[in-house]
Every structure is written in structure tokens, then in C-alpha cells.
């Protein structure tokens, strides 16, 4: 089974592989085999000790500078983006040739669109160094709408997949480092083509059963703590949580706005992390969570207080709060 998740922000999904996805679902502790497009990723240059770089954070996105074949350039990085994409206009800029195609790109919002294969020949991203790395081309004007500010480079799966990678929202620092750090309450994930899936425990209220559902770790899923759709909102809890929420826009992705209900929850349990009464986001409006792969992701307003640290070789993350 091959699924393709190379441009996850707020939910967007490359849909090529949709119905893969439905046919076999990975369990706890599998790994998704890497799609062939970001199979040479691995960095050329790296550091032996632990490197910051600092962040801006716009509209509660982590906004870092690269340098893309030699010219320096704002991007997001995103934990939720299995690789990098490079909006159509920077494409163009930059001269590179776009003439492959790649997946459809589906996700947040109804609308989806054709990605272009490219070579990236040289990027740099602080103390890491990728050369001829292959990235996907994509219209990103939505996200860019939605946050207020051009958004020309998704920086993904490479920048996180060989070591460790640390954002700290705190002292505004993203750090690289070896992997195997130490954390009070390690929460083990999924890789799913390079994108981060945990296991969570939702108790829509005091005394209900909890429900188990796979949501993405996800750095674009910005201002809600947890997006959820899927099966569950057709479940009798779900359809409860959804009659007692209120109505209104959930999130924005490279589709378009999702419109869906926020309500309270009573728990959610990652790992041997727990957070009580929090208010979650309801969409059957993103496609990417009707799969059956996904149920939903979470999201920046879980760890902004402190930090989360990534670890993809050891298959696990640590939200400090």
C-alpha cells in the first residue's frame, strides 16, 4: 500500500492514493513506505551538535529563512507537509521545470489541483543542506489568503525526517539536533509517508466512552488545538458534540475554507499526555479525513505556551507545556 500525504496544512492531502488508503490503514507503530519523489532527502550537510535558528511566528505559523538555489526566502515549516512545495509563482522565479506532474492536492476545503514535480538543486535551512531534492509545485494563494502574508514554501518531511527537531514557541527557536533526546512523557507516532500520526483517546464528555482516532501532528493546523472529522462525526457522540457547537469557519487550506461547529470536549489523551475541557474543532467538510486513514490533527494551540520536539528516527514527540 502507497499513500501520498506530500502537503499537509491545515488537512490537505496529495489525493492520488485515496483509495489505498481506505483499502489498508497502518497500524501503531508501522511506517508507510516513502513515496519515490522524496526518497533522496537525506541532508548533505548536517550538524554534530544541537543548532538553533530562530523563527518569526505569523498567524501562529513558524516562518523561518532559507536559502533555495541560492536565493534567501521566507517559508513555513511544517510538521504536516511530508514534502517540500513551492508555490507556482516561486517556480516560475526561480526557473525551475515544472513539467512532471505529480498528485492531485486535496484537503482543506472541497477544491483540489494538479501538482508539478521539480528538482530543487540546492536548499539550505539553517545548520541542514539538501541537494537536487525533489519537491512538489502548487498553487498556494489560499494559504496565503488565509494567512495574511505570501506563503511561498512549504518546508516538510526533509527538514524533520534525520534527526530531531525542537520548536520552541517560548524562546522562538527552532533546533536541530541528533536524534534520541530525553522527554518526561514521550508520545509515540506513525510515520504515514513522512507525516507524523498519533494515536489519541477523545471523551466528548465526563463519563462517555472515549473514542480512539489518528490526527496529525500538524504545525499548519494553527489555531484550533484539534480539527476532527471522519467516521466519528457520524457516530451518536459525534453527532451530539456537532448538535451542541457552534457554527463557523474551522480552518483554511489549500482547498478552501472548511465551515464545520467548535465544542468542548472533556478529555483528549495522547500518550501519557492528557488535556481536559478542550475546545475542538467538527468538520465533515475536508476530504482528506473521509479517507479512513485520518481522523483529524492536531494543532498549534496545544504546545504554543512552550515547545514540541520532533523525533522521526525514534518515532516519537514531546509537547513541553
Known amino acids: 500500500m502507497m499513500m501520498r500525504l506530500d502537503a499537509l496544512v491545515g488537512a490537505v492531502l496529495l489525493a492520488g492514493a485515496a483509495s489505498a488508503a481506505m483499502a489498508q490503514a497502518p497500524q501503531a507503530g508501522q511506517e508507510v513506505p516513502s513515496s519515490p519523489a522524496i526518497a533522496g532527502d537525506r541532508p548533505t550537510r548536517a550538524p554534530d551538535k544541537p543548532a538553533a535558528m530562530p523563527f518569526e511566528l505569523r498567524d501562529n505559523l513558524v516562518v523561518i529563512g532559507v536559502t533555495i538555489n541560492g536565493r534567501p526566502q521566507a517559508a513555513v515549516l511544517d510538521s504536516g507537509a511530508g514534502a517540500v512545495v513551492i508555490d507556482q509563482r516561486l ?21 483540489a489541483q494538479q501538482s508539478r514535480l521539480v528538482d530543487i538543486a540546492t536548499l539550505d535551512i539553517g545548520p541542514l543542506g539538501f ?10 494563494a489560499q494559504l496565503s489568503a488565509s494567512a495574511g502574508f505570501p506563503i511561498d514554501l512549504l518546508i516538510g518531511a526533509p527538514a524533520f525526517r534525520h534527526g530531531s527537531v525542537r520548536v520552541d514557541y517560548a524562546q522562538r527557536l527552532v533546533t536541530f539536533g541528533s536524534s534520541g533526546g530525553t522527554c518526561a512523557a514521550p508520545i509515540p507516532f506513525t510515520l504515514v509517508e513522512n507525516v507524523p500520526v498519533v494515536e489519541a483517546e477523545l471523551r466528548p464528555a465526563p463519563g462517555a466512552e472515549p473514542v480512539r482516532l489518528k490526527l496529525v501532528v500538524d504545525l499548519g493546523t494553527r489555531h484550533r488545538a484539534a480539527i476532527i472529522g471522519g467516521p466519528f462525526l457520524r457516530s451518536a457522540a459525534g453527532q451530539a458534540l456537532m448538535a451542541a457547537g457552534a457554527e463557523g469557519k474551522v480552518a483554511h487550506g489549500v482547498g478552501g475554507t472548511v465551515e464545520g461547529g467548535l465544542a468542548r470536549v472533556a478529555e483528549l489523551r495522547v500518550g501519557d499526555v492528557r488535556f481536559t475541557g478542550l475546545e475542538v474543532a467538527l468538520t465533515s467538510g475536508a476530504p482528506v479525513f473521509e479517507t479512513g486513514l485520518l481522523d483529524g490533527s492536531l494543532g498549534v494551540p496545544l504546545w504554543q505556551a512552550g515547545a514540541i520536539v520532533f523525533d522521526y528516527p525514534a518515532g516519537t514527540l514531546c509537547i513541553e507545556r
Open 91 to 111: 517556480t516560475a522565479a526561480l526557473g525551475l521545470a515544472a513539467d512532471a506532474p505529480g498528485d492531485e492536492i486535496a484537503g482543506g476545503g472541497a477544491a
Open 131 to 140: 541537494a537536487h531534492l525533489p519537491g512538489h509545485s502548487a498553487d498556494l
